[in-house]
């Protein structure tokens, strides 16, 4: 007795256009690049898509990382580092 799936209704996401996956439970480095991308942003440094299209939150960033491969970053006008 075989029987077809039933389709049920799935909450619909943006798919990934990247298959690069961050590792937030096993990934130091990870977990690390968002630490420290963060106080950089708490600072004032301001980043950049390559386009040159402001990035102004952390979300944001990671996706340009994930997407583009980099972003830039102005540290002009930033505040001193952070003590860790």
Sequence with gaps: MFCEP?????????A???DMHL???NSYE?????VELSDA????VRHFKLDGTPLERLNNVVEALIF????????????????H
């Design 23 to 25: 590792d937030f439970r």
């Design 30 to 34: 990870t977990l690390f690049l968002l």
């Design 68 to 83: 583009d491969g980099e972003v830039f970053f102005d540290d002009a006008t930033s505040s001193a580092p952070l003590g």
């Design 6 to 14: 039933i389709a049920t209704p799935v909450t619909s996401r943006p």
């Design 41 to 44: 942003m708490k600072r004032g």
């Design 16 to 18: 990934l256009l990247s």
